[in-house]
């Protein structure tokens, strides 16, 4: 009896444990809203899109997209009115192969050393942690503040991105030398009035001084909203996806 009970306990266990690695058939797919729980109780949302064919079987690239000033919390617009989950995911919804982790600025700044940023990179962990995603395969965009801010984590950790895709912001060019290995392709309008082009442009030139390697897009006559053309455009995510991480 003693041994017939050990052999059902072990085959339960068994069972148990395969169910625990079976993806559940209830996972929530497209924009997911999620609560982050800051160090002094305090809660912020943010929002995770999830692929519509995800099943936890195969693991998925991730990408970390920074909004612009006008999307942080209090403002009249959300993350997911501007930018990439506005303009491309939304036409390829249905074969949109990345994982999303869209945070919300509460202080107007994407720089590093932000607690907006801090809680970015934590909030991009718990996701890479809770969903069956590609370690080798993890991107950083964002326009506008969100350009400074990928320019910025970019320097910061440049360990974790597989590529950037900083869109009409600004860098430190003194800091190239940190980032000229990390796959970038840039994007500007030259008539942006509230980010010089110049700010592209000098961050460009440095990385190829570096001895990088950067792709940049220069938009003729289109002034501060390259975003929308940026994201649109079908050749970056062919680009972006076949990136990973040495």
């Known amino acids: 009896m003693i041994r017939r009970s050990r052999v059902a306990c072990f085959v339960a266990l068994s069972l148990i444990g395969t169910a625990a690695m079976t993806p559940a058939a209830d996972v929530k797919t497209g924009a ?68 999303v982790v869209v945070p919300q600025s509460e202080k107007r700044t994407w720089k590093a050393d932000s ?70 392709w840039c994007f500007h309008g030259d008539k942006d009035d509230a980010v010089k082009v110049e700010k592209s442009r000098e961050m460009i030139e440095a990385l190829k001084k570096a001895g990088g390697d950067p792709k940049y897009t220069e938009y003729a006559g289109v002034g501060h909203n390259s975003w929308d053309r940026a994201y649109d455009t079908d050749e970056l995510y062919t680009w972006l996806f076949a990136q990973k991480k040495k």
């Open 32 to 99: 997911v809203q999620k609560t982050f729980k800051n160090d002094d109780g305090t809660e912020s949302p943010y929002v995770v899109y999830v692929p519509k064919a995800y099943d936890g079987t195969t693991a998925l690239p991730v990408i970390l997209f920074l909004h612009g000033s006008g999307e942080t919390k209090g403002g009249a617009k959300m993350p997911f009115d501007q930018g990439l989950m506005n303009k491309h995911y939304q036409k390829q919804e249905e074969k949109f192969p990345a994982i």
């Open 115 to 184: 607690a907006d940023a801090k809680r970015a990179l934590a909030m991009l962990d718990a996701t890479t942690k809770e969903y069956k995603t590609d370690p080798a395969r993890v991107y950083l965009t964002g326009l506008s503040m969100g350009g400074y801010g990928t320019w910025s984590l970019a320097v910061a950790h440049p360990e974790k991105w597989a590529a950037i895709v900083p869109v009409c912001g600004g860098g430190d060019p003194k800091a190239a030398e940190k980032i000229k290995d990390i796959p970038c």
